[in-house]
């Protein structure tokens, strides 16, 4: 299967513990996206990156939220010093071309639980 | 901040019968998709349509763009329960901005 790869599907984790997510877009597209879910609501943007430059990172994504996408292939979303407000479902999405329009190709999400 | 806002909220409906879901956004765009999910799954796309583009088929769904009163509609005909899901519009600009989303229950 060549579609968008998160893992872990599932973490649970205790206040304040570190997580990371990792994502592994289709090869050939050189966008990347991260999104957050929480229940009821549609998905609320985080960052993106064209290849391996971070080019924009929403205003919800505090100083507590890392991502990276060495050598523009797969990303990782880090979460330090977790809080029950971090629970939610954290998406993936990829898409090819450098004018970035076209549809988003998304992963089956990382569901997070803070305890 | 969620640009999109799809109506209604949830939709329920018969076998059979079509379903049709309206988006409204804020700002210019280069197109707006309209997306799937299923309960606890990622999104699927379903459809796009480009800012100078009316109205676009793609087998049971139907979608209209009106870019004067910034609004979309998706309509799903001959709906059947396999399409019981959410449905959200997406505007893209550089990046997609979702709505909350139309919870579509479609009954056997």
Redesign the interface.
Same mark, same amino acid.
């Given at each position: 299967d060549t579609g968008?790869s998160q893992d872990p599907r599932h973490k649970i984790t205790k206040r304040g513990q570190n997580v990371t997510f990792r994502c592994d877009p289709i090869s050939e597209h050189n966008r990347l996206?991260w999104?957050r879910q929480t229940l =009821?609501? =549609?998905? @609320?943007?985080l960052t993106?990156f064209q290849n391996e430059a971070q080019l @924009?990172k929403s205003r919800l994504l505090s100083d507590r939220f890392s991502a990276e996408r060495p050598k523009g292939s797969f990303s990782t979303l880090e979460i330090q010093r977790t809080e029950q407000g971090d629970s939610a479902m954290y998406?993936c999405?990829s898409r090819e071309g450098l004018a $970035?329009? $076209?549809?988003?190709?998304? $992963?089956?999400?990382s569901?997070l639980t803070v305890l | 901040s969620?640009q !999109?806002e799809e109506d209604p909220q949830a939709l329920s409906i018969q076998e059979g019968e079509n379903a049709t879901m309206n988006c409204s956004y804020k700002t210019s765009i280069?197109?707006l998709?309209w997306?799937r999910q299923n309960s606890?799954?990622? +999104?699927?796309?379903l459809i +796009?349509i480009r800012s100078n583009e009316r109205e676009k088929h793609s087998g049971r769904l139907r979608v209209t763009l009106d870019t004067s009163k910034k609004s979309s509609s998706l309509l799903i005909t001959a709906s059947r329960a396999a399409d019981t899901a959410s449905y %959200?519009c997406a505007t893209?600009l550089?990046?997609?901005? %979702?709505?909350? !989303?139309t919870k579509l229950t479609v009954n056997p």
């Open positions: 968008v996206y999104y =009821g609501q =549609g998905p @609320e943007f993106y @924009e998406l999405a $970035g329009t $076209g549809e988003l190709f998304f $992963g089956e999400g569901r | 969620q !999109g280069n197109n998709q997306y606890g799954r990622g +999104l699927v796309h +796009l %959200f893209d550089v990046k997609l901005v %979702f709505g909350k !989303g």
